[in-house]
């Protein structure tokens, strides 16, 4: 073993080791915060200068109660909350480690019941706090499109199937909320709610995130037809009206793989998810689903230093 690989695995048990403390005690959540935010540089966030120290108690010389920085630049004092997804938010530190933990190492996700009996807050605190820790979760605005095999899909959440045969079904009436879903084989993923599954609007998604010479895998749902005169890359199908899931390495069996890890944490984890809400869910999913080669500490970490300059107001645009 390389010292490399020996510095990043004393890294990784490191990590393993701080959360349960950082989870449970004050201080030490700040502190792992701080470790993740600034490294061994503790900078100021409202000027970017070194020159800072923390503040301590008159009386005792610990550290302030309240963990202030204070810059001797620009005099501001500050905390590792501000510009984050935690500024404003009177919810103790631990109690978002823990949630940060809970949500970046639960495959099918955490439900914000469960944060609020294990860490004894209110269903709105947990609410307040899971909301913004999928925010963090959000991706780039700027992505580089999907290359190599990208296999296209779609699925559809929302209330139960309508009872009668042949109600349901892919552009036909129902309250399901139809969802696009792009998986490089072996890469990222992509989803989004989408207003209905026309030609227009899918083809307009696959347009967007997937490389015009990328090879593209799709079932056999009309929709996805007219592209076979406009894609620059070869364009496959598989029909499962006829019951063909795979030909060779023809299939979207990966793209419904993780379809089934979505549903299976609605039906399981969290019964309900709202049109409103859904897309803040898929964030969080599409963040376990790309980083799910990491370890579960390096997952944590990579989701909270994420949150650095992200700040949620309450009111948000759907999208």
Known sequence: MTNAERNRQLAKSETIAAIPLACSNELAAVEFLEKQRWGNT??????????????????TGERNRRFLWRCRDCKEQYTVRIGTVYEESRIELRHWCYA???????????????????????????????????????????????TGIVECDEMYIGPRKPRFKGVSGPGRSTNKQPVFCAVERQGEIRRRVVADVTAETL?????EEVHSRARLMTDEYSAYRGLKNTWEGEHSTVCHGTKEYARGDVHVNTAESSHALVKRGIVGIYHNISREYLHRYL?????????????????????????????????????
Not at 117 to 145: G, T, W
Not at 203 to 207: E, L, T, V, Y
Not at 288 to 293: A, F, G, P, Q, T
């Open 42 to 59: 503790p900078a100021c966030v409202k000027c970017g200068s070194v020159e800072v120290y923390k503040m301590a108690d008159a009386k």
């Open 100 to 146: 940060f933990w809970r949500a970046c190492t639960s495959k099918k996700g955490v439900s914000a019941l469960e944060i609020k009996r294990h860490c004894q807050i209110s269903y709105k605190s947990a609410l307040f706090l899971m909301n913004r820790i999928r925010f963090a979760m959000a991706p780039d605005d700027y992505r580089p499109q999907l």
């Open 203 to 207: 083809q307009s998604a696959i347009w």
């Open 283 to 319: 964030w969080q999913y599409d963040f376990l689903w790309n980083n799910r080669k990491m370890n579960d500490g390096d997952r944590t970490v990579l989701a909270i230093k994420s949150a650095d300059g992200k700040r949620m107001m309450y009111k948000q645009p759907v999208h």
